[in-house]
DNA sequence: TGGCCAATCTCTAGTCACTATAGAAAATGA
DNA sequence: TCATTTTCTATAGTGACTAGAGATTGGCCA
């Protein structure tokens, strides 16, 4: 049996996140020892595995929560599963095209200050006037 | 001069927002009508569109705090500016190329379940077991 | 077996950048 | 004048943790 600290050793996640996650009900409440601390075997290790690359790939608890509750009935169909999986990739392609129209800002932002006193600085006047940006953000 | 939702409506930014940089020392305490309410005129207005701007940028208030306080002071270098926009730069760079690797693992993962029970789901199996995935994330 | 220190426990509060709510007061239009 | 809308302050909630206080437990050495 792992202790928490060995748990997060060897899955990476900080004591006080498997201690949120548990509170979360991403973890089931952990075995006990004689003196209440928290003993954990291979599957709770496995599913905080679970749970760290999920929120790595950037889904939210609620949707580790759903993705938990459904490989708890491996006999339904998996629509839902690719349906969560299929969105998370729909919003990183959004984020990924407005993150890109940003860098393009701030590249011409960065780069072209003409000026070397703050009163013609490129960098405050492109903040201060948007009409400068060629793309809307 | 403007009211507080006049403001709002001409800036897109919510009025609790704006209240809140107002309390975050972003916007100047406002001046008051006789019943105590905000009132804005066109500097207040450029202000909060430089905010909103550097905020749709994805600077920090602390960054746009910063950069408020350089540009009280318009005989300074603006070397200082010219840094948060190029920090902001990388940042930003770092983040696409994050969610670059995270957008292909989730294509994989999306595309290609072989089953059609949660039991064979290749989503489900594909986050419990991070070594099935291409790159590191 | 006693002592010691690291590890763990619970609970609360803080982070960031807002957003929402409640209850009261002010402004506006009919 | 009255009703509706807007604004006011103050407080609490969001998500996903992180940090701290103060108490208890575990494991090791003599």
Redesign the interface.
């Known amino acids: 049996m792992l202790t928490i600290g060995d748990l997060s050793r060897k899955t990476g996640v900080k004591i006080p996140t498997i201690r949120y996650y548990e509170q979360m009900g991403l973890l089931d409440a952990a075995e006990r020892s004689e003196g209440n601390q928290r003993r954990y075997a291979a599957p709770e290790r496995?599913r905080l595995?679970?749970i760290k690359?999920?929120r790595?790939?950037?889904l939210t608890i609620e949707a580790i929560r759903e993705?938990i509750d459904?490989?708890a009935?491996?006999?339904?169909?998996?629509e839902e599963?690719?349906r969560?999986?299929?969105e998370?990739?729909t919003a990183?392609?959004e984020?990924?095209e407005k993150?890109?129209r940003?860098?393009k800002?701030?590249?011409r932002?960065?780069t072209r200050?003409a000026?070397?006193?703050?009163?013609?600085?490129y960098?405050?006047r492109a903040?201060?006037h948007?009409e400068m940006?060629e793309s809307d953000?």
């Open positions: 496995e595995s679970f690359h999920a790595e790939l950037g993705l459904l490989s009935h491996p006999e339904r169909p998996c599963a690719d969560i999986a299929a998370q990739l990183v392609r984020k990924i993150l890109r940003l860098e800002e701030l590249k932002i960065a200050c000026g070397d006193q703050i009163k013609d600085c960098v405050i903040l201060a948007h940006c953000h």
